[in-house]
């Protein structure tokens, strides 16, 4: 069974920084693209960030270029997310989801709630 | 990027039909089969429901179907029942290499 379990999120003040992990079991993690996604609350899905699978290859939304660091460990089946610089507006619950087919998120964490406030 | 247009919310009596717009541009669902759609409770993490336009999961109901027609996507849920109450989301691939997937605005479905 695909299991994707997020942790790392908490309250951090303007201008800090958090580290978000996401363990996958379940599937060989180094054989797909994973990306993260987040959701401010009450609103909509908004994709973040993507890595291939070997590492080599990220992509970001232009609101975290330059500020989230997207990686991965294939050794540890582990996703990550470094958020540097953080604003009011990254709140959100961040879930980490797997690409398997025709660029569809065919699984989903159960995600963690990011609160960046002072 | 702009968010693909979804109806804020939609209603349906046990039973009955309904059916979710998703409208976007030439540039995502106009240009690619590769519009998906998820149902989300609340509290809980979003869940795939229809792939490439019209495919279901393993273990997705029948009673959810999707179409496309240009730059606009359709998600209809036949035979409405509680639990498909429920905010849905589309998505659709787009391209590019700094934004490849632009979700919808959301649908909240309400089961009168």
């Known amino acids: 069974e695909v299991q994707l379990v997020e942790s790392g999120g908490g309250l951090v003040q303007p201008g800090g920084s958090l580290r978000l992990s996401c363990a996958a079991s379940?599937?060989?993690?180094?054989?797909?693209?994973m990306h993260w996604v987040r959701q401010a609350p009450g609103k909509g899905l908004v994709w973040v960030s993507r890595i291939n699978s070997d590492g080599s290859s990220t992509s970001y939304a232009d609101s975290v270029k330059g500020r989230f660091t997207i990686s991965r460990d294939n050794a540890k089946n582990t996703l990550y997310l470094q958020m540097n610089s953080l604003r009011a507006e990254d709140t959100a619950v961040y879930y980490c989801?797997?690409?398997?087919?025709?660029?569809?998120?065919?699984?989903w964490g159960q995600g963690t709630l990011v609160t960046v406030s002072s | 990027q702009s968010a693909l247009t979804q109806p804020a919310s939609v209603s349906g009596s046990p039973g009955q039909s309904i059916t979710i717009s998703c409208t976007g541009t030439s540039s995502d669902v106009g240009s690619y089969n590769l519009v998906s759609w998820y149902q989300q409770h609340p509290g809980k993490a979003p869940k795939l429901m229809i792939y490439?336009?019209?495919k279901r999961p393993s273990g997705v109901s029948n009673r959810f179907s999707g179409s496309k027609s240009g730059n606009t996507a359709s998600l209809t849920i036949s035979g409405l029942q509680a639990e498909d109450e429920a905010d849905y989301y589309c998505?659709?691939?787009?391209?590019?290499?700094?934004?490849?997937?632009?979700f919808g605005t959301g649908t909240k479905v309400t089961v009168l």
């Open positions: 998505c659709s691939y787009a391209g590019s290499s700094t934004f490849p997937y632009v």
């Open positions: 490439e336009v019209s």
């Open positions: 989801a797997m690409v398997t087919r025709s660029e569809s998120f065919d699984y």
């Open positions: 379940g599937f060989t993690f180094s054989s797909y693209w």
